[in-house]
């Protein structure tokens, strides 16, 4: 499997961007898939998440900004960033978690499939 992310750029704070992955292989169902970031010096966190059947979960930190989507049929998860601020300059990355567990949820996710990050930078 692979997960090919694009979408990432320059904007100014308060502007949108759109990030989208792709994924590639032979999937049958994806229990969930999700955007992490990761800013210099700070661990990878995970920003939104999407299970097969549309359940959304969101960090604190972009809820009512961000939009995570989901098309199955395309296998293609994307994230709509609005309201941008420079503490969101990061490189993201698109994850897939082929099987939640029992005892997972999408919003603790443990990916099995990482894409490679595009930068997202936000200017002030």
């Known amino acids: 499997v692979q997960l090919q992310a694009s979408g990432g750029g320059l904007v100014q704070a308060g502007g949108s961007l759109r990030l989208s992955c792709v994924a590639f292989?032979?999937?049958?169902?994806?229990?969930?898939m999700g955007w992490y970031r990761q800013a210099p010096g700070n661990q990878r966190e995970l920003v939104a998440s999407?299970?097969?059947?549309?359940?959304?979960n969101y960090a604190d930190s972009v809820k009512g900004r961000f939009t995570i989507s989901r098309d199955n049929a395309k296998n293609t998860v994307s994230l709509q960033m609005n309201s941008l601020k420079p503490e969101d300059t990061a490189i993201y990355y698109c994850?897939?978690?082929?099987?939640?567990?029992?005892?997972?949820?999408?919003?603790?996710?443990?990916?099995?499939?990482w894409g490679q990050g595009t930068q997202v930078t936000v200017s002030s």
């Open positions: 994850a897939a978690d082929l099987f939640l567990d029992e005892t997972a949820t999408i919003a603790t996710m443990a990916p099995d499939y």
């Open positions: 999407v299970s097969s059947a549309g359940s959304t």
């Open positions: 292989g032979t999937i049958y169902d994806i229990d969930a």
